[in-house]
């Protein structure tokens, strides 16, 4: 059950388009359709964002969108603002009936 | 509108256990299964476990395993996390978390979760 990877952190400047990557195996990610992205403010419960892979829940703006490719998914927020600036996690069920979450990203808006 | 609240959390040694419990209201309890989390202190998010909707079915994390040990009582709404030979890296906040269905037959994913309980192992 390791954890996903994430970059520790990603940066860009208001208006621009940021694509946090998370990768894993065949195992988890590139198994199922079944990742999924929060967002954590300092402080506050987690929030999601993205489910099933590229699915965004009602009320999440469409500046986010998910997607995958073999075992790397991916969450792009476009046109960042500077509210955007927070933890995020990737999140996916893995083959032995367990889940795992990334290890974070730490997103800053310039 | 859909809640869910941990309780019982606290200060305890190591060595020693705790169960805090989560309250669930403004939804079906027994048609979800559910899920504990927890993140250490300036760390990131940790699955724990899981329990399917009847209470009969439980996974862990590796971490927890045979250490902790999920349960429900659906006629009480209630998930609990009891926790055994607790140690200072279990210190964290648990968050309970309702699991999601979504669009397309998507589950696995938490739209709900607790506003988590803090629990600190130290002597």
């Known amino acids: 059950q390791s954890a996903l990877t994430q970059p520790a952190s990603v940066s860009g400047s208001a208006g621009q388009s940021i694509t946090i990557s998370c990768t894993g195996t065949s195992s988890d990610v590139g198994g199922y359709n079944l990742v999924s992205w929060y967002q954590q403010h300092p402080g506050k419960v987690p929030k999601l964002m993205i489910y099933g892979d590229s699915k965004r829940p009602s009320g999440v703006s469409n500046r986010f969108s998910g997607s995958k490719s073999g075992n790397t998914a991916s969450l792009t927020i476009s046109g960042l603002q500077p509210e955007d600036e927070s933890d995020y996690y990737c999140?996916?069920?893995?083959?032995?009936?367990?889940?795992?979450f990334g290890t974070g990203t730490r997103v800053t808006v310039l | 509108q859909v809640q869910l609240v941990e309780s019982g959390g606290g200060v305890v040694q190591p060595g020693r256990s705790l169960r805090p419990s989560c309250a669930a209201s403004g939804f079906t309890f027994s048609y979800d299964p559910m899920h504990w989390v927890r993140q250490a202190p300036g760390k990131g998010l940790e699955w724990l476990a899981v329990i399917s909707k009847d209470g009969r079915n439980q996974d862990y994390a590796d971490s927890v395993k045979g250490r902790f040990t999920i349960s429900r009582d659906n006629s009480k709404n209630t998930l609990y996390l009891q926790m055994n030979s607790l140690r200072a890296e279990d210190t964290a906040v648990y968050y309970c978390?309702?699991?999601?269905?979504?669009?397309?037959?998507?589950?696995?994913?938490?739209?709900?979760w607790g506003q988590g309980t803090l629990v600190t192992v130290s002597s």
């Open positions: 978390a309702r699991e999601g269905r979504g669009d397309g037959g998507s589950w696995g994913f938490y739209e709900y």
């Open positions: 999140f996916s069920y893995t083959r032995t009936h367990t889940y795992v």
